[in-house]
Structure formats: C-alpha cells, structure tokens
C-alpha cells in the first residue's frame, strides 16, 4: 500500500469516511450536501443538538474576554460558575468539581481521588488502592482507565502496559443463566459478585467500585435489573469502599434525568461526566465529588496534587455554563423523559423483526442486539460484520448510528446504540424510526440472502 499524502493520522487507514461538513439542530451534512439525522450524538455528546449559536456565543465571549490562564496561578470566573452550575445539578451532596478536557481524565481524575481521600484518612500506610470494576464495560482509553476495563478487544494488545484491576462480571441479562429470573433475583447475584470479591481481596486494600449506570458502547444499553445499584451502594457503605458512577455517557439527562443514577436514588461518593457536558462545543470531563470526600482532604493537606494544562479552562467552562443554562431553560432533561417513552415504544416494535434480538435502553439512550437465530440467541460470526452492515444501511437512509460488537466474549456480539439529541420533536423521533427500520430491512434481506 503506498504511503498517502495526507498528514492527518485517521483512526483507520482502511476505512472510507465521509466529511462532515456542517451541522444544523439533530442534523450533519456531508460534502455532497446530503442530510443526516444524528441518531447517536457523535459518541453520545451532541445532546443540544449542532450549530447552537447560544453556546458558540458564550464560548467567543469568553474567548474574546479570557481565553486561558493556567490552573495553578489563577481562578476564574468562568470556571468557578460551570462548577456551580454543574453541582446544581448533581445529586445530593456531590458538591465539588474538577474539570479535565475528555473522559478518561475525568476518570483518572476519580480514581486519584479517591486514593487521595483514603490517604488524607488514614495516613500514609492506607493500603486501599485496588479498584474494581466489571467486565464489558468502558471507561477510557488511557493506561489507567484500560486497566479497569474496556472493549475487550481493544485493550488486549495493551494489556501488558497496564495495572489490571480485578472485574466482576456485569448484569447483562438478555445472556446471563439468570435471564428468566425476577429482577430482584438477579440484582441479587450481581451485586453480591461485588461483596464476594471484596471479602476475598480484603476491604482494607479496595478503594474503590467503578460502573456505568447503564452500560453503554461495551453492550449497547444494558439497563441493571431493579435493586442492583441500590444493593451496589449499600455494600459500598458497609465495607468502607467508594463508589465512583461513570456517567459519561449516561449523564447530562442522557436517560432522562440529570443523572442517571437518580432513577434508582443512589449517590455515589463520585460521578465523573464528560461528552455531553459542554454539549459537544469543546473538549471537557468532570469528576464530581461529595462534600466527604474534598472535607477530608480540605482538613488534612488541603492540596489534590493531580493536574493538566488544560484543567478548568476557561473557554470550555463558559461551554460547561451555556450548555446547563440552555437544558435548564428548554426542559431538556423533561424533553428527553418524554420523547424517550415515545421512542421506546417504536423500537420495542421493532422486536418483530428479523435478527432484532433485544431491544433495550431508557430516556435517550437506546440499544439494540442482533442475533442470528432469535429463539436461541445465537449471535452472527463476526466476520459477517452484522452491526457494521446495519450501520451502513442507516447511513444509506440518512441515520447515524453507533455499532459495537464482542459483548459476549471480546469477540462474538453484535450490538448498537440510537441515542439522538436530547432536544429532539415528535415528528423527528418518528423519523429516526422510520429510517432506521428501513437500515435494519435492508441489512436483513442482505443477512438472509448470504445465509441462505
Ligand atoms: C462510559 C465511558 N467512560 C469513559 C469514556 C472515555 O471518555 P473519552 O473518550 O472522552 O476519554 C467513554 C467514552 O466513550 C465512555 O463512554
């Protein structure tokens, strides 16, 4: 293959990608003018939808005012409001944010948190450093967060480089022995994999419990049976571990909610968000942390020595304070409850068809897997590439959508994720249905034929 003339490194040289040239409300459109709606919100961020100039506002505001000052020499204004809005809507007493520029900071961010807070506790002979976390999930791509989990697949060539923390396996129930279980039962199960692997590590050396509300790119959706974040957080409390909920791709009213954890009245000691937190109009993370936790480290050394350049900017916090300003003022997080029913229902119709296995999600946030054999379960081989065919039938009909595969194994599984702008209208969802049954019809005559 002969060395391109190009100086941009894609994420594959192999792949054939279109341009995105502009972006209008839940729509982007490509070189050739054609019109997409965004059913997945890039990776789940672009909630307000694109080219909102109340936010491109702020931003040039803010850049035209103060564009950067660097974190250990100064506070801003426009730091200090994003942290104060975000708190506002945050659950309970998580009270005390830290803004880092993407996901995996925020989560790397959580994780020295919470050994800085076990630290200032109990000394410097505090032994809890372990973090546990669960299989098939996702929590960055940096050494750290690979460590706690991630794309079965993608980690795998890194492994050697990295600190594994011990998993548990997550409740994904449409494929666990347990599927015909009551739902207590299962939350049951699941959440004591977490006591039982605390008990045998020892609770004096465990941190910290990492999860995804929902999971999302690693399965597509996958909604904990009722009770089980409940159970999760009461045995957090009993063994002295923090509970930190990645809510990156969850958070920001993704499901309905500010938070997601909400739905079940959990609270974790530490939420980290990220993607939709500035709406998509500048690079950000967040972790969030309960009144407990920076108390203590306000009361011993007073410093939480981890940085980057760009910590607290503040061109990406007047995007932080636009974007909260703009979801208080048009309800989304109410827009997003409702139209979510809405969109459930039609999706849920969708079971009629073939090779759709199950469909699963809640607000916004919406996953559907694809079997081969719909009585058994039986996934497609991967070589047939099911998520990414249906994938390129909705991009035919004008959708895009976020395909995964290898939740069953690293390997096996195909799966994907519809998860439109927030501040999305009736008739729209209507649409979204409407193409991506047409994706899903096309990719199946496909399917069928070469199975045939
Ligand atoms: C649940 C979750 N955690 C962490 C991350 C990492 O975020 P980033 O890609 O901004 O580093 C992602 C990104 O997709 C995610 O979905």
Not at 81 to 104: C, K, R, T, Y
Not at 171 to 186: G, H, I, K, T
């Amino acid at each position: 293959m002969v060395l391109e003339k190009r100086h941009f490194i894609p994420r594959s040289y192999r792949g054939d990608l279109k341009k995105a040239i502009r972006g209008e409300g839940i729509y982007i459109y490509d070189q050739d003018g054609k019109e997409y709606i965004d059913g997945c919100c890039g990776a789940l961020l672009s909630s307000i939808g694109h080219g909102n100039k109340e936010i491109a506002d702020a931003v040039y505001r803010q850049m035209t005012t103060l564009e950067f000052a660097h974190p250990s020499r100064w506070n801003t204004e426009a730091s200090e409001e994003a942290a104060s809005e975000l708190a506002s809507i945050a659950p309970g007493d998580l009270n005390h944010v830290w803004f880092g520029s993407g996901g995996s900071e925020a989560m790397e961010c959580a994780m020295k948190l919470a050994r800085n807070y076990f630290l200032e506790r109990d000394g410097a002979g505090s032994a809890k450093t372990v973090f546990i976390a669960r299989w098939n999930s996702y929590h960055g791509s940096t050494l750290g967060t690979m460590g706690l989990a991630g794309n079965m697949g993608r980690r795998r060539p890194y492994s050697l480089l990295f600190r594994e923390c011990p998993k548990i396996e997550t409740p994904y129930c449409y494929r666990s022995e347990l599927r015909d279980a009551s739902e207590e039962e299962q939350a049951r199960y699941y959440s004591q994999l977490l006591e039982r692997e605390i008990r045998r590590i020892g609770k004096q050396y465990v941190a910290a419990f990492v999860a995804e509300p929902i999971v999302g790119s690693s399965i597509g959706a996958c909604v904990p049976p009722e009770g089980y974040w409940e159970m999760i957080r009461d045995i957090c409390t009993r063994y002295d571990v923090l509970l930190i909920a990645d809510e990156i791709m969850t958070g920001m009213g993704r499901t309905g909610k500010p938070f997601c954890v909400e739905h079940w009245g959990v609270q974790p000691d530490i939420i980290t968000s990220a993607k939709a937190l500035s709406g998509g109009y500048s690079p950000v993370g967040a972790a969030i942390a309960s009144d407990k936790i920076i108390e203590t480290i306000l009361n011993g050394s007073g410093v939480f020595g981890h940085g980057h350049t760009y910590n607290a900017n503040p061109t990406t916090a007047a995007a932080v304070t636009a974007t909260i300003r703009f979801m208080k003022k048009n309800h989304v997080f109410e827009n997003c409850a409702k139209r979510g029913e809405q969109f459930g229902k039609l999706l849920k119709e969708m079971l009629d068809m073939p090779f759709v296995g199950d469909v699963r999600g809640k607000g916004l946030m919406w996953g559907i897997e694809l079997v081969e054999d719909k009585d058994t379960r039986k996934p497609f081989e991967p070589a047939r590439k099911a998520a990414a065919m249906v994938a390129a039938e909705c991009m035919e009909q004008g959708l895009v959508i976020y395909p995964g595969t290898g939740q069953i194994d690293g390997v096996e599984g195909d799966q994907f994720l519809i998860a439109p702008p927030l501040i999305i209208s009736e008739e729209q969802v209507k649409e979204i249905a409407r193409r991506l049954r047409a994706g899903l019809e096309a990719a199946a005559e496909k399917l069928a034929r070469k199975q045939g």
